[in-house]
């Protein structure tokens, strides 16, 4: 008897809220083995997803923060062919979308280096999510946003960095800037912007997106690090800079909270 080999799928979880699933995200979580669970991924999701199974997949969890450093990128990679190669139904889920500073493409590429099919199921990334916290287009016309940057504040070690000077003259053409992981190089990204970008440029940072710890704060690109810093925004959370983000709604408080207040 042959082993059936089945396609791995790389599902999007979404920014956080469970809801945001797709359905497509959602029968492929239920009809898995093994899962292997990105820590940023919201605890909602799987409650969620496995929700009256009668038999739950195996649940790996392979963050890369947490308790331990990180778990390599080489050994999740190894797992997941393992696992796939042995017959089971693998997912492996991911914050936000997979393509996007998801490492899926070198996880494709160890599937079918491994003769696997990978299938990727999108997801709504952080960023999009973000925008949507905030009430904002990332492409209001109203404003001439004539385009979208998705950038990272964090470059692989071994490459000369981000060229902040010309991601700045993209946000003053009109392109809206949406920066992952820039957190804790803020100070640094902000200082290069402000060479080629004016300080009253709006700005917004959102943290926790789509999670009931979600909070905001919108700024200019002059006091974004001020905001940052008196508010203790920490990772993970996005940074929106450009003229959308004048007429950001923000929320200080988790929408819990808000919601205990308001009623
Ligand atoms: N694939 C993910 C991004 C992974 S990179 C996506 O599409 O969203 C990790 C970075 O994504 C974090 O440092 C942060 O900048 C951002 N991020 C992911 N989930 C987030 C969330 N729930 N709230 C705010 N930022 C988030």
Same mark, same amino acid.
């Given at each position: 008897?042959?082993?059936?080999?089945?396609?791995? !799928?790389?599902?999007?979880?979404?920014?956080?809220? @469970?809801?945001?699933?797709?359905?497509?995200?959602?029968?492929?979580?239920?009809?898995?083995?093994?899962?292997?669970?990105?820590? &940023?991924?919201?605890?909602?999701?799987?409650?969620?997803?496995?929700?009256?199974?009668? %038999?739950?997949?195996?649940?790996?969890?392979?963050?890369?923060?947490?308790?331990?450093?990180?778990?390599?990128?080489?050994?999740?990679?190894?797992?997941?062919?393992?696992?796939?190669?042995?017959?089971?139904?693998?997912?492996?889920?991911?914050? #936000?979308? @997979?393509?996007?500073?998801?490492?899926? #493409?070198?996880?494709?590429?160890?599937?079918?280096?491994?003769?696997?099919? %990978?299938?990727?199921?999108?997801?709504?990334? *952080?960023?999009?999510?973000?925008?949507?916290? &905030?009430?904002? #287009?990332?492409?209001?016309?109203?404003?001439?946003?004539?385009?979208?940057?998705?950038?990272?504040? !964090?470059?692989?070690?071994?490459?000369?960095?981000?060229?902040?000077?010309?991601?700045?003259?993209?946000?003053?053409?009109?392109?809206?800037?949406?920066?992952?992981?820039?957190?804790?190089?803020?100070?640094?990204?902000?200082?290069?912007?402000?060479?080629?970008?004016?300080?009253?440029?709006?700005?917004?940072?959102?943290?926790?997106?789509?999670?009931?710890?979600?909070? *905001?704060?919108?700024?200019?690109?002059?006091?974004?690090?001020?905001?940052?810093?008196?508010?203790?925004?920490? *990772?993970?959370?996005?940074?929106?800079?450009?003229?959308?983000?004048?007429?950001?709604?923000?929320?200080?408080?988790?929408?819990?909270?808000?919601?205990?207040?308001?009623?």
């Amino acid at each position: 008897m042959t082993l059936v080999h089945h396609p791995v !799928h790389l599902v999007g979880a979404g920014p956080g809220d @469970p809801e945001l699933l797709t359905l497509k995200a959602l029968r492929v979580l239920r009809e898995a083995t093994v899962v292997l669970v990105d820590d &940023l991924v919201g605890d909602g999701v799987l409650e969620l997803a496995f929700d009256g199974l009668a %038999a739950r997949p195996r649940l790996v969890h392979v963050g890369k923060r947490g308790g331990c450093a990180s778990t390599p990128q080489e050994f999740i990679e190894k797992l997941m062919v393992r696992e796939a190669l042995a017959g089971e139904k693998v997912v492996r889920l991911k914050g #936000g979308d @997979p393509l996007v500073f998801g490492r899926a #493409g070198e996880e494709i590429a160890a599937l079918r280096a491994a003769g696997l099919e %990978a299938v990727v199921v999108n997801g709504i990334t *952080s960023g999009l999510g973000a925008a949507a916290a &905030l009430g904002i #287009g990332w492409t209001d016309r109203r404003v001439d946003a004539r385009g979208v940057l998705l950038v990272t504040g !964090h470059t692989r070690e071994d490459s000369d960095g981000q060229d902040w000077e010309a991601i700045g003259r993209a946000a003053a053409a009109g392109v809206t800037l949406v920066v992952y992981m820039g957190i804790s190089q803020i100070r640094g990204i902000v200082e290069r912007l402000l060479r080629v970008l004016p300080a009253d440029l709006p700005a917004a940072v959102v943290q926790h997106v789509g999670s009931e710890r979600e909070r *905001s704060a919108r700024a200019t690109l002059g006091g974004l690090v001020d905001v940052v810093a008196a508010h203790g925004f920490g *990772s993970p959370a996005i940074l929106l800079i450009g003229r959308v983000a004048e007429e950001a709604r923000t929320a200080a408080a988790s929408r819990m909270t808000s919601m205990y207040i308001t009623s």
